[in-house]
């Protein structure tokens, strides 16, 4: 079970949204370089970065942020964030991300996300952001009609190599994750899925840890560690 300890960028700030919500965000102290740092130096492998400025505006607006974090750190970064075409995918496999999440441009258009899996081989990861049972786009502000089961179905062999499976209703509100609709994603896809979205304690870990499925690769922790219920020492002795 990888943990992929999240920061979220906007303004080169660490914030925390609730359910995707701009207008009602968290912003902490440390930036991201300094809270990358802080899991590097606990001995994480794995970090989730979400640009946010990069959702709003369709640029790699903190790619020198990226970049100095993959130079600094020994981090497998995955990042993601309004990644729209070719050129924003490169600049970040060029900056030294593992992988390069798309989201929105994918779900709407899936010959893009075909021909970057084709393009791009074992670097693109999948972003299936969930609410009621559907997609969400656009920064989640706009549901897209696809059923997320059976988008997944549909692209299933193209050659994604990581899925972010969230569940919106769950996401910043430390309720604990979907793991029922986690595993259901799992069972179907042919790639290794990422849980995500309201992990409240250390509880909610070893629960996906004890998942009777091996397609299930790791869990991403975001704002249960800013806040404080999940400490980072206790995190790593048992999990990283």
């Given amino acids: 079970m990888k943990i992929f300890p999240a920061i979220d960028i906007k303004d080169k700030k660490c914030v925390r949204l609730i359910k995707g919500d701009f207008d009602n965000k968290t912003e902490y102290k440390m930036s991201p370089v300094e809270q990358a740092r802080k899991y590097s130096d606990y001995g994480f492998k794995n970090l989730h970065i979400v640009d946010l400025d990069g959702a709003l505006t369709g640029e790699t607006i903190n790619l020198d942020i990226i970049q100095d974090i993959v130079s600094k750190f020994d981090l497998k970064v995955e990042i993601g964030g309004g990644i729209r075409n070719f050129d924003s995918i490169q600049k970040y496999i060029d900056a030294g991300a593992e992988k390069v999440i798309l989201g929105s ?136």
């Fill in 105 to 240: 441009a994918a779900i709407k258009n899936k010959n893009f996300l075909k021909e970057a899996c084709e393009k791009f081989s074992k670097k693109i990861a999948l972003g299936l952001d969930s609410k009621n049972g559907y997609l969400s786009v656009s920064g989640w502000k706009e549901s897209s009609n696809h059923l997320t089961l059976d988008y997944l179905k549909e692209i299933n062999n193209y050659g994604v190599s990581r899925i972010i499976y969230t569940d919106i209703n769950r996401d910043g509100m430390k309720q604990s994750p979907n793991f029922e609709e986690s595993e259901k994603v799992a069972n179907i896809s042919n790639c290794p899925v990422i849980i995500s979205g309201g992990v409240s304690s250390i509880d909610d870990i070893k629960k996906a840890k004890k998942l009777d499925n091996k397609n299930i690769e790791g869990i991403i922790i975001g704002k249960a560690i800013y806040d404080g219920d999940i400490r980072l020492d206790e995190l790593v002795k048992e999990y990283a």
